[in-house]
């Protein structure tokens, strides 16, 4: 069992920074591989970030690339979303995730089965 919980979700300007958190508390030592996605209003949940338990692997969606970095910190039980460049089109309800598959990083919801209660972005034009 896996809680997550997010951190760090706010309102920024076009083009500015928000870095996100997630903490997570298990109650075994076994490895985990973690994710972030979004949902906007009205629209389906949408990958944004993953990475694999060594950090050593990563994947982003094609509308983050470049602007977003995720990371983790295993020691601390930690996972985090870095989001520069922030575009309007980025509010949204950030979700943190975790999967049981660690070896490479998951884009799809189903692969993933603990989830955030997640924290909202704004980012106004």
């Known amino acids: 069992q896996v809680q997550l919980v997010e951190s760090g979700g706010g309102l920024v300007h076009t083009g500015g920074s928000l870095g996100l958190s997630c903490s997570a508390s298990?109650?075994?030592?076994?490895?985990?591989?973690m994710g972030w996605f979004r949902q906007a209003p009205g629209k389906e949940r949408e990958f944004v970030a993953a990475?694999?338990?060594?950090?050593?692997?990563?994947y982003y969606g094609d509308s983050v690339r470049g602007r977003f970095t995720i990371s983790k910190d295993n020691a601390k039980n930690m996972v985090f979303l870095q989001m520069n460049s922030l575009k309007p089109e980025d509010t949204a309800v950030y979700y943190c995730?975790?999967?049981?598959?660690?070896?490479?990083?998951?884009?799809?919801?189903?692969?993933?089965?603990?989830w955030g209660q997640g924290t909202q972005v704004t980012v106004s034009s």
């Open positions: 995730a975790a999967t049981g598959i660690t070896y490479l990083p998951q884009t799809q919801e189903s692969d993933y089965v603990y």
């Open positions: 298990a109650r075994t030592s076994d490895p985990y591989g």
């Open positions: 990475i694999s338990w060594t950090g050593k692997s990563i």
